[in-house]
Protein backbone atom coordinates (compact mmCIF):
# COMPACT_ATOMS: atom_id res chain seq x y z
CA UNK A 1 0.00 0.00 0.00
CA UNK A 2 1.55 3.55 -0.85
CA UNK A 3 0.62 6.62 1.04
CA UNK A 4 0.40 10.09 -0.11
CA UNK A 5 1.20 13.05 1.90
CA UNK A 6 0.34 16.59 0.63
CA UNK A 7 1.49 19.92 1.97
CA UNK A 8 1.83 23.59 0.90
CA UNK A 9 -1.80 24.93 0.30
CA UNK A 10 -3.01 27.40 1.51
CA UNK A 11 -4.66 31.46 0.94
CA UNK A 12 -2.57 33.63 -1.05
CA UNK A 13 -3.62 36.79 -3.22
CA UNK A 14 -3.46 37.26 -6.87
CA UNK A 15 -0.02 37.43 -8.09
CA UNK A 16 1.34 35.38 -5.39
CA UNK A 17 2.87 31.94 -5.24
CA UNK A 18 2.95 28.93 -3.47
CA UNK A 19 4.46 25.12 -3.79
CA UNK A 20 2.43 22.19 -2.88
CA UNK A 21 4.59 18.97 -2.29
CA UNK A 22 3.41 15.38 -2.47
CA UNK A 23 5.85 12.60 -0.60
CA UNK A 24 5.12 9.06 -1.21
CA UNK A 25 5.69 5.80 0.99
CA UNK A 26 5.48 2.66 1.10
CA UNK A 27 6.74 -0.27 -0.77
CA UNK A 28 7.79 1.12 -3.75
CA UNK A 29 9.42 -0.54 -6.46
CA UNK A 30 9.10 2.24 -9.48
CA UNK A 31 6.64 5.27 -10.40
CA UNK A 32 5.43 5.81 -13.76
CA UNK A 33 3.66 9.20 -13.21
CA UNK A 34 3.05 11.84 -10.48
CA UNK A 35 0.66 14.31 -11.27
CA UNK A 36 -1.74 17.31 -9.74
CA UNK A 37 -5.09 17.62 -9.87
CA UNK A 38 -7.59 20.44 -9.19
CA UNK A 39 -11.41 20.08 -7.95
CA UNK A 40 -13.20 23.67 -7.31
CA UNK A 41 -16.86 23.85 -6.00
CA UNK A 42 -19.32 22.36 -8.59
CA UNK A 43 -16.72 21.43 -11.04
CA UNK A 44 -15.59 18.13 -12.26
CA UNK A 45 -11.77 17.13 -11.14
CA UNK A 46 -9.22 17.93 -13.35
CA UNK A 47 -5.52 17.50 -14.55
CA UNK A 48 -3.35 20.46 -13.97
CA UNK A 49 0.25 19.25 -14.57
CA UNK A 50 1.84 15.54 -14.41
CA UNK A 51 5.55 14.18 -14.67
CA UNK A 52 6.22 10.82 -16.19
CA UNK A 53 9.55 8.93 -15.10
CA UNK A 54 11.26 9.96 -17.93
CA UNK A 55 10.88 13.51 -17.06
CA UNK A 56 8.37 14.50 -19.57
CA UNK A 57 5.77 16.88 -18.75
CA UNK A 58 2.40 17.57 -19.10
CA UNK A 59 0.36 21.07 -18.43
CA UNK A 60 -3.48 21.78 -18.56
CA UNK A 61 -3.61 25.04 -21.31
CA UNK A 62 -4.79 27.33 -17.95
CA UNK A 63 -1.31 27.09 -16.20
CA UNK A 64 1.03 26.70 -18.56
CA UNK A 65 3.87 29.11 -18.17
CA UNK A 66 3.20 29.87 -14.49
CA UNK A 67 3.17 26.26 -12.58
CA UNK A 68 5.95 24.00 -13.11
CA UNK A 69 5.64 20.39 -11.77
CA UNK A 70 8.75 18.38 -10.87
CA UNK A 71 9.47 15.41 -8.87
CA UNK A 72 12.77 13.78 -6.72
CA UNK A 73 12.92 10.30 -7.65
CA UNK A 74 15.31 9.62 -4.55
CA UNK A 75 12.50 10.97 -2.18
CA UNK A 76 9.71 9.80 -4.30
CA UNK A 77 8.20 13.43 -4.22
CA UNK A 78 6.66 15.38 -6.39
CA UNK A 79 5.99 19.24 -6.41
CA UNK A 80 4.00 21.94 -8.02
CA UNK A 81 5.38 25.38 -8.01
CA UNK A 82 2.21 27.71 -8.82
CA UNK A 83 3.47 31.23 -9.43
CA UNK A 84 1.66 34.29 -11.18
CA UNK A 85 -1.71 32.71 -9.25
CA UNK A 86 -5.15 33.69 -10.27
CA UNK A 87 -8.63 33.68 -8.48
CA UNK A 88 -9.53 30.57 -10.92
CA UNK A 89 -6.78 28.84 -9.74
CA UNK A 90 -8.69 28.36 -6.47
CA UNK A 91 -9.25 24.40 -5.88
CA UNK A 92 -8.65 21.92 -3.33
CA UNK A 93 -5.66 20.40 -5.26
CA UNK A 94 -4.84 16.64 -4.76
CA UNK A 95 -1.73 14.19 -5.77
CA UNK A 96 -2.13 11.35 -8.11
CA UNK A 97 1.10 8.30 -8.51
CA UNK A 98 0.97 5.64 -10.49
CA UNK A 99 3.47 3.03 -10.58
CA UNK A 100 4.30 -0.60 -8.83
CA UNK A 101 4.88 -2.07 -5.50
CA UNK A 102 6.51 -4.93 -4.50
CA UNK A 103 6.06 -7.83 -1.62
CA UNK A 104 8.45 -9.83 0.19
CA UNK A 105 8.83 -12.30 -2.55
CA UNK A 106 9.68 -9.14 -5.01
CA UNK A 107 6.14 -9.84 -6.90
CA UNK A 108 5.15 -6.39 -8.02
CA UNK A 109 1.82 -4.86 -8.48
CA UNK A 110 0.30 -1.79 -9.79
CA UNK A 111 -0.56 0.86 -7.97
CA UNK A 112 -2.74 4.36 -8.21
CA UNK A 113 -2.87 6.59 -5.24
CA UNK A 114 -4.28 9.73 -4.36
CA UNK A 115 -3.32 12.05 -1.73
CA UNK A 116 -6.16 14.05 0.82
CA UNK A 117 -6.43 16.73 -0.99
CA UNK A 118 -4.78 20.60 -0.01
CA UNK A 119 -6.93 23.84 -0.29
CA UNK A 120 -5.46 26.54 -2.30
CA UNK A 121 -7.62 30.08 -2.16
CA UNK A 122 -6.71 33.00 -4.09
CA UNK A 123 -7.85 36.31 -3.32
CA UNK A 124 -8.52 38.83 -5.60
Known amino acids: QVQLVESGGGLVQAGGSLRLSCAASGSIFSIGVQGWYRQAPGKQRGLVAA???????NYADSVKGRFTISRDNVKNTVLLQMNSLKPEDSAIYYC??????????????????WGQGTQVTVTS
Open 96 to 113: NVRGQTYDSRWSLSDFDS
Open 51 to 57: VISGGTT
